[in-house]
């Protein structure tokens, strides 16, 4: 790559102070939908949310997308995969109107909704995610339910995090929405952060599963399983180091460091988190360790020489050339462990000892107060550390991973699957009033997205993914200065690729473990 050309990419990202939060929740809306209005990183999520409301109104009165036709699913890939690169590019500047126009259409549907016919009975040799329904029409209920509001919100992160890693780099993307040089938040530092915490919150799922079976928590096999998930992390953490240093791409160094990524970072979460989980007996919650780390490392920056070291230190050596990646680890692993936490309560079915005496509307019920309580937690948190009027006072920064990033994260993410969970219960309430095995899955299938199931099925294979897509179309064109119609064309085009291969491996059942 040209000296100048990767000089002009870094000075496009670098020194950036990002935009509000309201402004990221407005833009993420176009999936679920919240009545907060003050600035536009709040009507970022706002739109997220909206897309998801019109895709579950279309189900849920329409049955639009149970056929497998050409027709359903573009119109899956335009409500969940469009219009969040719509929000974050062309509507950036007028994300109301983009929530007004997917709100009406399913408020239409939900106000008149249309006659509908009964599901039919499963029958024998027929299937719902690879397992046939007509044997196990009459089996009890799995103390581990498929979830698909999860699956709406985790499929909705990694969607978003990949058409950020493409369009930050074409001048239709606003800069306020990349990642900040410090201090400061945007809407792609709390992508960074989300990936982490919903890999935290699905982690939970493997441990409730032994906990059922009885196994004892065996700290020598938990390290050897976190070894298992971390190498190929590892390896691809070094191939993409190697490739960034030797193609002479251009890369943003403040980041996390001169030979740092995050493949790195989350490589190395496995392992720490499998040492806390040995001593999980002796804590009510994950979360007290979660909260443990954030005001230790808090204090640590506030009280020593470590913040500045961090920010203002010569790159002198290997550790002082990574000091961003390596410190910043102290506050991915809290985010990781408060995922956790919210996938412990809400993955397993009760959450009470008397389980038979507790209804399908109960349990519901007993979720949306568990995740109603994480999330007025972690945002009074928020509030109490960041608040210069009310509160310490402290400054966000995604580079420190400092407390109230932290904290923000994590309420962002509870509050989230809180709202995706309404979403479930207002269109979908025969999820958790299924009474047998057979019908609970039919109700799954019809509340989920085939496209966020694809992308939350290869999350991190298509992460990776549209990494090595990014890396090849910036080799390829001049980014800076494409104009917005080739920008978008190229946006659209790498949103479509990517969703294609996502819904092949998906319809296939190939899952690439990484």
Not at 101 to 106: G, H, N, S
Not at 384 to 407: D, E, H, M, T
Not at 492 to 504: M, R
Request: aromatic share 12%; hydrophobic share 50%.
């Amino acid at each position: 790559m040209a000296h100048s050309y990767k000089s002009l990419k870094e000075d496009f990202v670098s020194n950036l102070s990002g935009g509000s939060i309201q402004e990221i929740n407005y833009v993420t809306a176009v999936a679920p939908v919240s009545a907060v209005q003050e600035n536009l990183m709040v009507m970022l999520m706002e739109t997220y949310k909206a897309a998801l409301m019109l895709w579950s109104a279309l189900q849920s009165r329409q049955r639009f997308f149970l056929s497998h036709s050409p027709k359903a699913y573009l119109t899956d890939f335009l409500l969940n995969v469009c219009a969040i690169l719509f929000a974050t590019t062309i509507y950036s500047s007028a994300p109301i109107l983009l929530n007004l126009l997917l709100l009406f259409p399913a408020a239409c549907l939900f106000i008149f909704p249309v006659a509908q016919s009964r599901p039919k009975p499963a029958l024998k040799g027929s299937y719902v995610n690879g397992v046939a329904l007509g044997a196990k029409e009459n089996q009890s209920l799995d103390p581990l339910p498929e979830r698909p509001f999860i699956t709406a919100y985790r499929g909705g992160m990694i969607v978003i995090t990949c058409m950020a890693i493409l369009s930050v780099d074409f001048r239709v993307f606003p800069r306020r929405f990349a990642k900040v040089e410090t201090w400061g938040t945007s809407l792609m530092d709390m992508g960074v952060g989300s990936f982490v915490f919903s890999a935290g919150v699905v982690s939970a799922r493997p441990i409730l599963k032994a906990r059922l079976a009885g196994k004892p928590l065996d700290l020598s096999l938990s390290l050897q399983a976190a070894a298992k998930h971390s190498l190929p992390l590892f390896i691809i953490g070094l191939v993409r180091l190697y490739s960034v240093k030797g193609l002479d791409y251009a890369e943003h160094v403040t980041e996390y460091g001169v030979h740092w990524n995050f493949f790195f970072t989350l490589a190395l979460i496995p392992p720490l988190t499998a040492l806390f989980q040995s001593l999980s007996g002796l804590l009510p919650t994950v979360a007290v360790f979660s909260l443990l780390i954030s005001f230790t490392y808090q204090a640590v920056l506030e009280s020593t020489n470590i913040q500045a070291y961090i920010l203002t230190a010569p790159r002198t050596n290997l550790i002082s050339q990574n000091r961003e990646g390596l410190f910043s680890i102290c506050g991915y692993l809290p985010i990781f462990l408060a995922g956790q936490a919210v996938g412990f309560d809400i993955l397993r079915r009760n959450m009470s000892e008397n389980s038979n005496t507790v209804s399908g509307t109960q349990q519901r019920q007993q979720i949306l107060r568990r995740l109603i309580f994480w999330s007025a937690g972690w945002i009074l948190l928020f509030f109490l550390s960041s608040s210069y009027k009310f509160g310490i006072g402290i400054q966000v920064s995604r580079r420190l991973a400092n407390a109230p990033y932290i904290f923000w994260v994590a309420a962002f993410n509870s509050a989230q699957i809180t709202t995706f969970c309404i979403v479930e219960t207002i269109f979908f309430p025969g999820v958790y009033k299924a009474t047998e095995m057979g019908i609970e899955a039919q109700e799954c299938k019809k509340a989920t997205s085939k496209v966020l199931a694809a992308f939350n099925h290869n999350g991190l294979a298509l992460f990776l993914l549209a990494n090595l897509l990014t890396g090849c179309i910036n080799m390829s064109v001049d980014t800076l200065k494409m104009p917005r119609e080739g920008a978008l064309g190229i946006l659209i085009g790498y949103a479509a690729l990517l969703t294609t291969v996502a819904l092949v491996l998906h319809e296939k059942k190939l899952s690439i473990k990484i």
